[in-house]
């Protein structure tokens, strides 16, 4: 009965973000609803385990939100990002206007871009050419989906994408962990989500179905000419990349950077620079990526207040992602305090197929992903109650922690795209369509990612490669 109160609890909160609620308000309310029916005293378990859970997160992961917001405002106020998009639609035309979409969204996503601004950036062009290709527009939500959503935010490594950072948080590892692993898997769902939406495709056009008549979020997209050259408005993105990569993988860092400060009894001290190598480096490169960017893209930005509304904009606006995603993180460590989530975890943890901790981590993620709506919270509530002892397990049998990262991350984006997620709500409203339309090839974007996941745990016990 206690593990029962704990997953009501868990779909109360579902549906409260499903009907549109903050997540910020009602995490809260319901870890303290089941809090309080097992006995747990209310008010310390909000200030002191809530509240100090949520924080931590807010901590450890604040530059990266907050950076990683700021890069994409500027890279859309400056009009770098729709320059590239135009560009990679314009060559690969018609014929192939859905790869044309998704490579678009990739090399975005790929580059720094959140995913949020990927959507606005393409979206103009990408139905300008479906309009042109005559391609139902409800195919259009399921195409962006794969290109912004799936390999290039969680599988592929270097992703700067909050998906791939949080596990260096836990295991130590850097964005590049299992490097095989990740370009397999995330190949994978590339190739597996073209078949299906070129089959898709074909099947309408059999019916005779074009793109439709739509009045809703219909674009107008600025000729060409006015837009910045693709090849200037990949640098910004180029150097996040290989700053990245060069910091986290290459660069000696100084182990004793830590020392002044290992005695001043800093409350969430990271303690070792092993542990903060990965948060450091993109911090510096999406710094670099920032002002590349404005400089490159400075005469696009209106002359009043340009800079000034871009930087704002991307600031103010990861407030409410991180703290989304710092409540849920809270809610899950309240929800770890109680009686009943013994039997829950125990569950998870006894799982044991193959004998390693990777199909324990990867349905343990992916579940909690999908009920919270969330890759980045699903994720963070799973390794912050379970990853000592995955870490535990993985060190007993030899494994590297950097096949749990790799899991881990894709395992966030696996079930995370469910109705209710918060970037599916939003992508559906700026293509002006309705779940009934277009949610079938989401979802079945959703189903593909997911299998991914067990296909590189599958690899891995095969060959033993990551």
């Known amino acids: 009965m206690e593990a029962l109160g704990i997953v009501l609890s868990l779909f109360g909160l ?3 973000a499903y009907r549109g609620y903050s997540v910020i308000l009602f995490a809260p309310v319901f870890a303290l609803t089941a809090a309080a029916l097992q006995g747990l005293p209310v008010m310390p ?3 002191e385990l809530f509240m100090a859970k949520t924080v931590g997160y807010i901590k450890a992961f604040f530059p990266v939100f907050m950076l990683g917001a700021v890069f994409g405002k500027v890279m859309e106020d400056t009009l770098l990002a729709k320059g590239i998009s135009a560009f990679v639609m314009q060559k690969l035309g018609m014929k192939r206007a859905m790869l044309a979409v998704v490579l678009s969204c990739a090399i975005l996503t ?8 990927v959507v606005f950036a393409v979206y103009p ?3 300008a050419l479906y309009r042109e290709a005559d391609i139902p527009k409800r195919l259009l939500p399921g195409t962006i989906a794969l290109g912004s959503f799936t390999f290039t935010m969680d599988a592929f490594p270097g992703s700067p994408q909050i998906q791939n950072l949080i596990p260096t948080n836990f295991y130590g590892t ?3 962990a299992a490097p095989i692993a990740g370009l397999f898997g995330g190949t994978l769902i590339l190739i597996t989500g073209m078949v299906w939406l070129e089959w898709r495709r074909r099947k309408a056009a059999a019916k005779g179905e074009g793109y439709g008549d739509h009045t809703q979020n219909e674009p107008s997209v600025s000729s060409a000419g006015e837009l910045p050259k693709w090849y200037i408005g990949i640098l910004p993105l180029l150097t996040v990349l290989l700053l990245n990569y060069f910091l986290s993988r290459v660069f000696e860092w100084n182990p004793q950077l830590m020392d002044a400060f290992a005695d001043m009894k800093l409350p969430l001290f990271a303690g070792t620079v092993k542990k903060v190598i990965g ?5 510096i490169a999406l710094v670099a990526g920032i002002i590349l960017a404005v400089a490159l893209g400075f005469r696009n930005l209106p002359r009043e207040g ?3 509304k871009a930087l704002n904009a991307g600031a103010i606006g990861s407030l409410l992602a991180i703290l989304n995603t710092a409540s849920e993180v809270g809610y899950g460590n309240v929800i770890a305090a109680l009686p009943g989530f013994k039997a829950i975890a125990g569950s998870l943890l006894s ?3 193959g004998g390693t901790p990777l199909v324990s981590e990867a349905v343990s993620v992916t579940t909690l992903a999908g009920i919270t709506g969330s890759a980045s919270g699903g994720m963070s509530i799973a390794l912050d109650l379970m990853s000592r002892d995955w870490l535990a397990w993985a060190n007993s049998i030899g494994m590297s922690p950097e096949i749990l990262h790799r899991v881990a991350s894709m395992a966030s984006g696996g079930c995370d795209t469910l109705p209710h997620n918060g970037a599916v709500i939003t992508l559906l409203a700026v293509c002006g369509l309705t779940h009934r339309q277009s949610y079938p090839d989401i979802g079945m974007i959703t189903l593909i990612k997911t299998v991914a996941v067990f296909s590189i745990i599958l690899l891995y016990h095969l060959t033993g490669l990551y």
């Open 306 to 308: 340009g800079l000034q």
């Open 279 to 283: 948060i450091w480096s993109l911090i």
């Open 351 to 353: 799982i044991q197929i």
């Open 125 to 127: 062009f990408a139905a």
């Open 174 to 176: 850097t964005g590049y």
């Open 110 to 117: 790929y580059g720094g871009v959140s995913l949020f601004v």
């Open 14 to 16: 579902m549906y409260m």
């Open 45 to 47: 378990g909000y200030t």
